[in-house]
């Protein structure tokens, strides 16, 4: 799907059916939110193979 988008007089043109992927990995000393600590990554309690 193709769509114009108008903007301060400029007409932009985009493909609305090749989206593209803008997310940041979440990472030990990668970017972070404004006055948010670093993630920590602890391991889960799983227990592997129960089937219940």
């Not at 979440?26 to 227990?47: H, N, S």
């Amino acid at each position: 799907m193709l769509a114009s988008i108008q903007y301060n007089e400029q007409t932009y043109k985009v493909d609305l059916s090749k989206p593209m992927d803008i997310s940041l990995p979440i990472k030990i000393g990668g970017v972070k939110a404004w006055y948010v600590d670093e993630p920590t990554f602890e391991p889960g309690k799983w227990a592997i193979g129960l089937v219940k």
